[in-house]
């Protein structure tokens, strides 16, 4: 009978490892841009739950619809504060379209580059990045739900260049509240409330 071959058991030597890893080999400044790329994203959830929150309470309702309506607007806001960001712009497009006092024109354009732009999201979120090249550009690993590979090496510029976009984006959601005539909801600029708290 042959003995067992002898398993070299190892483990990770955590004092060994270089200071910030696995990110140590990107400049703080990539993972400042990175961050703040990501938070954009966040704020542009953010300001698309409170647009569905203006749309839906300034939408006029039939005698007939009030209780209904009501009825189905605590979920609704619910949902706003919860969904992920695809989610969010289909139910902000509804609301739009919903609405007998929006004035936006190009909504389903609005709604179709959120929407894009959740691609690049889930990239910047959920990708696990490499050692960038000698153009400090980093290739993330990341693969879709239809088995997509990502394959475009990103850097500084590319993170700038998004953030610019995402925030284009809230600003084009908050317009389409304000250009109403309404106050943004947690905004202080112009415009009428549309909640006032009681006294």
């Not at 953010?46 to 979920?75: C, H, M, V």
């Not at 997509?148 to 993170?159: H, R, S, V």
Request: net charge negative; proline share 5%; aromatic share 10%.
């Amino acid at each position: 009978m042959k003995d067992a071959p002898k398993i070299r058991r190892t483990i990770i030597d955590r004092n060994g490892l270089p200071v910030q890893f696995p990110t140590h080999r990107h400049s703080a400044k990539f993972w400042e841009q990175l961050g703040r790329t990501v938070a954009t994203f966040g704020f542009l959830e953010e300001i698309l739950g409170k647009a569905i929150f203006a749309f839906t309470a300034t939408r006029n309702y039939s005698a007939q619809e009030i209780d209904a309506a009501y009825e189905a607007w605590l979920p609704q806001l619910q949902r706003a504060l919860t969904d992920q960001l695809w989610s969010l712009a289909e139910s902000y497009g509804k609301a739009v379209r919903s609405s007998q006092n929006a004035t936006i024109k190009n909504v389903d354009e609005l709604v179709d580059d959120i929407k894009s732009a959740t691609k690049i999201r889930n990239v910047l979120c959920h990708g696990s990045w490499r050692a960038p090249d000698e153009d400090g550009k980093s290739l993330p690993l990341f693969i879709n739900k239809d088995n997509e590979i990502f394959e475009t090496p990103i850097d500084m510029a590319f993170l700038d260049q998004v953030q610019r976009h995402v925030t284009e984006l809230a600003c084009a959601v908050i317009d389409s509240v304000t250009h109403m005539g309404w106050q943004f909801p947690g905004g202080a600029g112009p415009g009428e409330k549309i909640w006032a708290c009681p006294s």
